[in-house]
């Protein structure tokens, strides 16, 4: 670039410049949550329009998770596409007595190659508790699935100045018992549960950073700065067409878990593209 001196750099900058190079190798991931939306017409249609689009542009990691009903439904249609198939919840048994409940050998046995778990709807919801999420964390990285964990903090936490200490106790209990090298199986989405659905709130570019940057900390020093470096984090607050650009240029912010957008496959779509941007912002810390 016009204007810079190329050189070597110091002692004290080397520690930066690597984490900077392994920020270069994080692939953007962005993900469609479905959740409890789409008949299986729906779901078929959606999951064609995605593939389609997505073609075989490989800059992004794209994942859809439908409904467990059109899973594979949906499956057959991903197979040989660029689309990975993933599920919204499972629980922690190979098999058993447990009524309604879905399986990570289920999951495999239908194509998943993702999971999420620990979203703020089942937290919040169906009070799910930090324990039994990480559970689920632990027997999904077992048989194989790569895990999607969602953290994120009310309006009451954010106002309170508890942000720090939410996201803290999340990982903290959330990722209790697992290895360093397991978790090379799974990336976090942050999504601020005050942000999500419409509510009016909408997280800053910044907002997101912040929390991003917070977030990796406590991963580092939970299991080490190289695995905190390679460590996808995801967006998922709301996101839509018209505010992608702006969170996926940030630094430190690797992609995107999708809700109602992702049942549009044009606006999926726009978000994967806005993704494939090469980010301007990307030397700076948050």
Request: charge should be positive.
């Amino acid at each position: 670039m016009v204007g810079r001196v190329s050189r070597e750099p110091a002692d004290s900058d080397k520690g930066r410049v690597s984490a900077q190079r392994r920020q270069d190798t994080r692939q953007k991931f962005v993900v469609g949550n479905w959740k409890m939306y789409t008949t299986a017409e729906q779901a078929g249609r959606l999951a064609k329009a995605i593939v389609e689009g997505v073609g075989i542009d490989d800059r992004v990691s794209v994942a859809v998770c439908p409904p467990f009903p059109y899973l594979a439904l949906v499956g057959e249609i991903l197979k040989g596409s660029r689309v990975a198939l993933g599920a919204q919840n499972l629980y922690p048994e190979k098999e058993g007595a447990f009524t309604g409940e879905v399986s990570p050998t289920m999951l495999l046995d239908v194509g998943c190659k993702y999971v999420i778990l620990g979203h703020s709807e089942r937290r919040h919801k169906l009070g799910e508790s930090d324990a039994f999420i990480n559970q689920k964390i632990g027997v999904a990285l077992a048989a194989g699935l790569r895990v999607i964990l969602c953290v994120g903090e009310t309006s009451d936490q954010r106002e309170a100045g508890r942000t720090e200490a939410v996201l803290g106790r999340q990982l903290i209990k959330g990722l209790a018992g697992l290895s360093a090298d397991a978790l090379a199986h799974l990336s976090i989405a942050y999504e601020p549960v005050w942000a999500i659905g419409g509510r009016g709130h909408h997280a800053t570019p910044q907002q997101a950073q912040e929390s991003h940057a917070v977030i990796r900390r406590r991963f580092g020093r939970m299991f080490g700065e190289r695995a905190a470096q390679s460590l996808v984090i995801q967006y998922g607050g709301s996101v839509k067409p018209n505010n992608a650009v702006a969170l996926l240029d940030r630094h430190g912010v690797d992609g995107a878990l999708i809700g109602g957008a992702s049942l549009n496959a044009d606006q999926f779509l726009a978000i994967i593209r806005a993704g494939i941007n090469e980010p301007k912002t990307r030397g700076e810390q948050p």
